[in-house]
């Protein structure tokens, strides 16, 4: 198994969960809206740039999943909404 399969395994485990999270607040939560999922992808970038003390591979695989998952929730939304335009 190369070194590399964890990591991928890693960020799929993360992506997906935090993807499935997103959706299903989408269905339960009225409030959600695309600014508000925004600006927590705001803060995600962030937190990826601040990596001055060394966060480790784990927690930075952790972070990239996120944000790839935000941003395809956002961009499945506004898809989504454009299409019912």
């Known amino acids: 198994m190369p070194l590399s399969d964890w990591?991928?395994?890693?960020?799929?485990?993360?992506?997906?969960?935090?993807?499935?999270?997103?959706?299903?607040?989408?269905?339960?939560?009225?409030?959600?809206?695309?600014?508000?999922?925004?600006?927590?992808?705001?803060?995600?970038?962030?937190?990826?740039g601040n990596d001055w003390t060394g966060r480790g591979e784990v927690q930075d695989i952790q972070i990239e999943a996120s944000i790839a998952a935000y941003e395809r929730f956002l961009s499945d939304w506004e898809s989504e909404s454009s299409t019912r335009e």
Request: glycine content about 4%; charged content about 40%.
């Open 7 to 48: 990591k991928e395994r890693k960020f799929d485990a993360v992506y997906r969960a935090c993807l499935a999270g997103l959706e299903r607040q989408r269905r339960k939560d009225p409030s959600l809206t695309p600014e508000s999922v925004r600006g927590v992808l705001e803060h995600l970038y962030i937190q990826e």
